[in-house]
């Protein structure tokens, strides 16, 4: 499942180092080309939110299976598109992957291994998205010069036929029978905890969004790095992130709120601290690099969060609200991000970015004072 994530986050972002071509071969303008991210994360909304009704009494290993096996249809689709439309049909394919994936994966989780293990279970497969996102943007800039765009696109088709081979051997069948099939997703907001932590999560991806989605041109424009550095820096960024899948399992063992509190605190403290060294080159390459640390690591402890959070029969339909609330939050943030990037400059941005994350902290602890106690079964429609 992880090699599943790692090749799902790969074609989910492919695109952004390859803009340029697609749109030159497409005959269509760069921006329209980068719809192409914006409908896979409108129909992984869409997807997350409906996943658990329809899939029904289906075999959770099938369901898992299929989703596999329309990664690599995607991929084809867009490889091969011979026009704008088949592209963007393509790039819907990848949305309902995407939310149909990770909605099912804290449940999941759940049943293959013991309770005590589910933390580290998710960094696990958090790991394959660190990975991805070290290695997907130089890897897909570097395969479009050498074997062009749709040559890039091609290469995930052997990796995804990989970890649908894998997946098929290795997993075991998971019947839907213990899998509530009638869950309003939006009753889970009734119980307390759920909404203050939902609220939590959402504010602190778009505070994180609001921030990363402009380190490039913060980088470029304010502390003057240049190409060769660049992509050290943003390297180092993947590195540290990848480093904090591994090892945050260990500080959620010990407290799971504590750990959702004080990450987006020390991330609102990187944020300002950005803003004071901005045009300082090592001091800021340290910095983000914390900052890869720490942001890749906390949606470990939200997913965590969830498992511990919602039973069995409610699990996927809460894994289903969470990653609709994760991709609306980082559509929303990168947006408020961008708008006060170019009127009011990186420093609004970054403070921005520095008072959502402690709105998150806040709400994470009002989650963690109205935490229930006892079982819970969620209201059925």
């Given amino acids: 499942m992880t090699l599943c994530v790692f090749a799902l986050i790969a074609s989910e972002f492919m695109p952004v180092s390859l803009l340029t071509p697609m749109a030159a071969d497409l005959r269509v303008s760069e921006g329209l080309t980068g719809y192409g991210i914006a409908i896979s994360g409108a129909f992984a909304v869409l997807t997350s939110l409906s996943i658990s009704r329809l899939a029904g009494a289906m075999n959770r290993k099938t369901l898992l299976l299929a989703l596999t096996a329309l990664m690599a249809v995607s991929g084809a689709v867009v490889a091969f598109a011979p026009s704008y439309p088949v592209y963007m049909f393509g790039r819907a394919l990848i949305g309902v992957v995407i939310g149909g994936f990770w909605s099912m994966s804290a449940a999941t989780a759940m049943r293959l291994v013991p309770a005590e293990h589910v933390p580290r279970a998710l960094a696990i497969f958090n790991g394959g998205n660190a990975l991805a996102t070290v290695v997907a943007a130089p890897l897909g800039s570097y395969l479009g010069a050498v074997i062009g765009w749709r040559g890039a696109f091609l290469c995930l088709l052997p990796v995804a036929a990989i970890a649908l081979g894998w997946q098929w051997i290795s997993l075991p069948g998971m019947s839907a029978e213990r899998v509530a099939r009638h869950v309003n997703v939006f009753a889970l907001f009734k119980r307390r905890v759920v909404a203050l932590g939902m609220a939590a999560c959402g504010v602190f991806f778009m505070g994180q969004f609001a921030l990363f989605t402009y380190v490039r041109p913060f980088l470029e424009r304010v502390a003057h790095v240049h190409a060769p550095a660049l992509a050290w820096v943003l ?143 969620c209201p059925r429609s």
């Fill in 235 to 377: 390297l180092g960024i993947g590195v540290a992130g990848f480093i904090g899948t591994m090892v945050i399992g260990a500080f959620l063992k010990r407290g799971l709120y504590r750990s959702l509190i004080v990450l987006p605190v020390l991330m609102a403290a990187i944020a300002l601290a950005l803003v004071f060294f901005g045009a300082r080159l090592w001091p800021v390459a340290a910095l983000l690099a914390l900052w890869g640390l720490f942001a890749t690591a906390a949606p470990v402890g939200w997913w965590s969060w969830l498992a511990q959070t919602f039973t069995d029969d409610d699990a996927e339909a809460g894994g289903g609200l969470m990653v609709a609330v994760v991709q609306c939050s980082i559509a929303l943030g990168s947006t408020v991000g961008g708008l006060l990037f170019d009127s009011r400059g990186y420093q609004s941005t970054f403070v921005a970015s520095a008072g959502m994350l402690l709105v998150a902290a806040l709400l994470a602890y009002l989650a963690a004072v109205a935490r229930d106690t006892t079982s819970y079964r």
